[in-house]
């Protein structure tokens, strides 16, 4: 049984490494907070990045096979860096080869195989921090001089994750977490009714510079409505795609870019369907391939249904399309209404009618003047700051860290 070590002291002058624990692989389709804040830390510290332990149930088709394939080979071999995400050179990739099932047969189990996947960290002389996005960390914040839980998505309200399991972690981290960050004032509540004392408000940024860089002028676009991000059923609103498709015919173009959820339950059927009524669906790209797409678009959409897992989200999409200079059309995802009421460029529309005919009316190009201050708009949402903020968690360097009963809207 391995031994907890002393802590060290956090406020020492040596650097400290940290340790994430991410809830998705580093080669994932889509980056999300934790690939950058992964890239944020490498700036200035040791990192190491721990890859999803699996909190969603196995299904037995030919992507989780494929996952399961990779991450035998990544846990015996060095994990390669896909062309479509480096590794930052101050960051390691770690891939634990750990039994997806997270109750009690399997717990002593996977917590010796994941302290020994991250010996690295576990013995270094460094300050260690624990930063993690899943509250399934098998007790590593023993070894930490300072942990905190990102919390970015009401995790347990996911269909298929292991709610127990999430609930269990989120209790146990409660004592030990300062702060926990949420991205979504629905994160937010939930972290402090589950008993965490310091909940710091940090709604999600986006990637603005590439998106800033390929946005294009006024007269370099077509009226395109563009969606980016997982082609999922538990946030499309699918009904709302559908009736959008059949509208804008002979108008404008609907463009869908993304991941398709596969399997059971899975999104395939319905792009067949929107593809049918003149969709286009432009696959999977790299951030600056969508960047590229979006600049020459005129409308941003986030289309998400409405249920207890999109109560919590918070999108970082907005930023992105807002920083490609377009108008953003959402449907009342909480997090997006808290937004659009500090500007115009976000227009919250229920129910279906409402939302078709604002797309509709965002089709034209706008002026580059009003795509200059879109675009001038997204910068103050962007990871350059933010990552400022991150690291300064990270040293201690957060004394306006408040209690989780007066929660504050921070932007980075």
Not at 69 to 82: D, F, I, K, T
Not at 84 to 103: K, M, N, Y
Not at 173 to 193: K, M, W
Request: net charge positive.
């Amino acid at each position: 049984m391995t031994t907890t070590r002393a802590p060290h002291d956090p406020t020492g002058s040596a650097d400290p490494t940290i340790l994430v624990l991410g809830t998705a692989e580093w080669s994932a389709h889509i980056a999300t907070n934790q690939h950058y804040v992964v890239r944020e830390f490498a700036r200035d510290f040791q990192t190491h990045f721990v890859e999803s332990l699996g909190l969603r149930r196995i299904r037995l088709d030919s992507r989780d096979v494929t996952r399961m394939v990779r991450r035998l080979r990544n846990s015996v071999h060095r994990p390669v860096a896909a062309d479509r995400r480096p590794v930052p050179e101050r960051a390691t990739v770690i891939s634990p080869l750990v039994v997806p099932l997270h109750r009690r047969p399997t717990r002593l189990v996977n917590r010796v195989l994941l302290e020994r996947a991250v010996a690295r960290w576990r013995d270094s002389a460094r300050p260690r921090v624990l930063w993690t996005f899943t509250p399934v960390t098998y007790g590593l914040e023993r070894y930490a001089d300072r942990t905190v839980y990102h919390c970015v998505d009401l995790l347990a309200a996911f269909p298929g994750i292991d709610a127990v399991a999430v609930a269990a972690g989120e209790r146990n981290l409660a004592d030990r977490a300062r702060p926990a960050i949420a991205t979504s004032q629905a994160v937010a509540e939930h972290l402090s009714a589950v008993g965490f004392p310091e909940v710091r408000l940090l709604p999600n940024v986006a990637d603005v510079d590439v998106f800033a860089a390929a946005s294009q002028p006024a007269g370099a676009r077509r009226p395109a409505a563009l969606f980016a991000g997982n082609l999922s059923p538990h946030k499309l609103d699918f009904d709302l795609l559908r009736a959008l498709a059949v509208a804008l015919r002979d108008k404008g173009e609907l463009l869908l870019a993304g991941p398709v959820a596969a399997g059971g339950g899975g999104f395939d059927r319905e792009l067949t369907e929107l593809r049918r009524l003149g969709a286009t669906y432009l696959g999977v790209l790299r951030v600056d391939e969508l960047a590229e797409v979006a600049g020459r678009c005129t409308v941003g959409l986030v289309p998400y249904a409405l249920n207890p897992y999109t109560t919590g989200v918070s999108p970082l999409k907005c930023y992105e399309y807002l920083a490609a200079g377009l108008d953003v059309v959402s449907t009342p995802v909480p997090d997006v209404r808290r937004a659009a009421r500090e500007t115009d460029f976000i227009g919250v529309a229920d129910p279906v009618d409402d939302f078709v005919a604002r797309v509709l009316g965002a089709l034209t190009p706008k002026s580059d003047p009003e795509i200059s201050a879109r675009v001038g708009y997204a910068r103050d949402f962007g990871w350059r700051s933010r990552g400022a903020v991150l690291r300064d968690i990270v040293t201690g360097g957060d004394g306006d860290t408040v209690p989780s009963a007066h929660q504050e809207r921070r932007h980075g």
